[in-house]
């Protein structure tokens, strides 16, 4: 993520700086949301929000030995808030600099804001953000899958790993409608909770400056999650 603050446009910054706007937009607008901003604000601060860290150079120039760039962003917003709010409200819907749509998944950020409204401002936002990792992980899991042709068995499997409030079957259910042993499903079920365990440390490990900071990262994601 952090080479989305570099100031210049190769492709790889390009990618980066995309992945860094889908990747954070979900959990500042539902921080947004969650401090009593209208949607249509929320969504006009996020995109000001980002304008104003490309302008500043504001990733490039951020510490790495302060890590985790999930608490360097609300910070980074709050100090914007603080100091530019009178301005962005100034800016007409749509207008200024646009960073990103966020239209397509603003139906899943309303959501996921109606879901955290009994928690602090601070912990809506790590709800958001630890939903948005989870979802990015098993994302890129379904493109590996797709592209090795087990789609299919891989939506079968799901609720056994990812869970996400689905009704888990038997395992003698799934392994009866993907025609296989039980013991085949049970190694299918092993490997891919490793897979997704990968999956899910690559996209924290996207989010830090120093990969030591992996392992904390995915202990606060769990008790996230499992709170």
């Known amino acids: 993520m952090l080479r989305a603050g570099e100031a210049d446009s190769e492709p790889s910054a390009q990618r980066a700086l995309s992945g860094f706007c889908e990747a954070y937009w979900p959990p500042l607008y539902t921080f947004l949301r969650h401090r009593g901003h209208p949607s249509a604000d929320a969504q006009d601060l996020v995109q000001s929000f980002f304008v ?38 100034a800016l007409k819907r749509g207008g200024g600099r646009q960073v990103l749509s966020i239209e ?7 959501a996921a804001m ?14 958001a953000w630890a939903s948005n990792i989870v979802s990015r992980a098993w994302k890129n899991l379904q493109d590996q899958f797709e592209a090795e042709g087990k789609a299919e068995w891989l939506e079968e499997l799901r609720p056994f790993v990812a869970g996400g409030g689905m009704r ?19 190694t299918w079920l092993s490997r891919l909770r490793q897979r997704f365990r990968e999956s899910l440390r690559a996209e924290v490990g996207s989010t830090v400056s120093d990969p030591a900071d992996i392992d904390g990262e995915l202990r606060h994601l769990y008790e996230i999650l499992l709170a």
């Open 114 to 127: 109606l879901a955290t409204v009994h928690l602090s401002d601070a912990a809506c936002y790590d709800l």
């Open 52 to 89: 104003h860290l490309l302008e500043q150079n504001t990733l490039s120039r951020a510490d790495r030995q302060k890590g985790r760039l999930r608490t360097f962003l609300l910070g980074s917003l709050e100090n914007f808030l603080y100091n530019e709010y009178d301005r962005t409200r």
């Open 168 to 186: 888990t079957p038997s395992q003698e259910e799934a392994a009866a409608r993907l025609g296989v042993p039980i013991a085949t499903l049970r």
């Open 104 to 110: 397509q998944h603003l139906p899943e950020a309303e």
